[in-house]
């Protein structure tokens, strides 16, 4: 059985100090909570400040985003040895976002992906459709391409330490949601996909994933579905009573 994974990206949001309370109330919260994994991935500027807060807690620290190259002249980026070295354990890797807006490609995708399985970072790797994408009936197609994209030239043993999260763009920040049977239907797809790129044991191994809209109203409701384990959360991890609601409500 897969443990559920619940990452929070916080994206641009949260200063310093706004970022410990936000983690002091996350920690009582959640005191008592087992059987699941539990990430946060703040700003970088808030990495060192929410790491000292996390120590001896369960709950994980990740990253938004990290470079390819370990050092060098490449202003304005942070490396993989550089979260190491502050308690990062997750990065996520190609954000819709990052996408959208920064122009992130497959092959981008690829080598910042290969930085972090190469120090031991867990790099949450995501793919998903626009809605002009899924509107025209191209949803498997993306899918595909950004998983043989992204995951190329992997090894099946580098592909089990790698997550996945499907986040249909449409869905991200609109208060729109895939329900949780086309949220499934696409989350059976790439698990068929990755035992056509790898093998049977990736394929029911990997971890995957929903984002989009997620809330503590249907947490339950896409957890129950056989494929779907966990939630790459965005604007709901913001405040701790709705977060923790859904660490809670991601419990099989």
């Given at each position: 059985?897969?443990?559920?994974?619940?990452?929070?990206?916080?994206?641009?949001?949260?200063?310093?100090?706004?970022?410990?309370?936000?983690?002091?109330?996350?920690?009582?919260?959640?005191?008592?909570?087992?059987?699941?994994?539990?990430?946060?991935?703040?700003?970088?500027?808030?990495?060192?400040?929410?790491?000292?807060?996390?120590?001896?807690?369960?709950?994980?620290?990740?990253?938004?985003?990290?470079?390819?190259?370990?050092?060098?002249?490449?202003?304005?980026?942070?490396?993989?040895?550089?979260?190491?070295?502050?308690?990062?354990?997750?990065?996520?890797?190609?954000?819709?976002?990052?996408?959208?807006?920064?122009?992130?490609?497959?092959?981008?995708?690829?080598?910042?992906?290969?930085?972090?399985?190469?120090?031991?970072?867990?790099?949450?790797?995501?793919?998903?459709?626009?809605?002009?994408?899924?509107?025209?009936?191209?949803?498997?197609?993306?899918?595909?391409d950004h998983c043989e994209?992204?995951?190329?030239?992997?090894?099946?043993?580098?592909?089990?330490?790698?997550?996945?999260?499907?986040?249909?763009?449409?869905?991200?920040?609109?208060?729109?949601?895939?329900?949780?049977?086309?949220?499934?239907?696409?989350?059976?797809?790439?698990?068929?996909?990755?035992?056509?790129?790898?093998?049977?044991?990736?394929?029911?191994?990997?971890?995957?994933?929903?984002?989009?809209?997620?809330?503590?109203?249907?947490?339950?409701?896409?957890?129950?579905?056989?494929?779907?384990?966990?939630?790459?959360?965005?604007?709901?991890?913001?405040?701790?009573?709705?977060?923790?609601?859904?660490?809670?409500?991601?419990?099989?």
């Open positions: 059985m897969r443990k559920p994974i619940i990452a929070g990206n916080w994206k641009l949001n949260k200063t310093p100090h706004e970022a410990i309370l936000l983690v002091d109330e996350l920690k009582r919260e959640l005191v008592d909570i087992t059987g699941v994994d539990v990430v946060l991935c703040p700003p970088f500027v808030d990495l060192t400040d929410v790491s000292e807060a996390l120590i001896d807690h369960d709950i994980a620290l990740g990253a938004q985003n990290l470079f390819w190259e370990d050092a060098g002249a490449f202003t304005g980026e942070i490396s993989a040895p550089m979260l190491k070295d502050l308690g990062v354990a997750f990065v996520i890797i190609g954000h819709s976002e990052r996408r959208q807006y920064f122009h992130e490609t497959n092959e981008t995708v690829n080598k910042r992906l290969r930085a972090a399985l190469k120090h031991g970072l867990t790099p949450i790797v995501c793919v998903g459709e626009n809605l002009a994408q899924r509107e025209s009936n191209k949803t498997f197609d993306i899918i595909k994209g992204s995951l190329n030239g992997l090894t099946a043993e580098e592909m089990k330490k790698v997550v996945l999260a499907y986040e249909p763009v449409w869905a991200i920040g609109t208060g729109k949601t895939a329900t949780p049977l086309q949220a499934q239907e696409v989350h059976i797809f790439i698990r068929q996909l990755l035992g056509k790129m790898f093998n049977a044991e990736i394929a029911s191994s990997v971890r995957i994933q929903y984002g989009g809209s997620v809330t503590p109203d249907n947490i339950v409701s896409l957890m129950a579905q056989a494929d779907i384990d966990g939630a790459l959360v965005g604007g709901a991890s913001l405040k701790a009573p709705s977060f923790a609601a859904i660490v809670k409500g991601s419990v099989k």
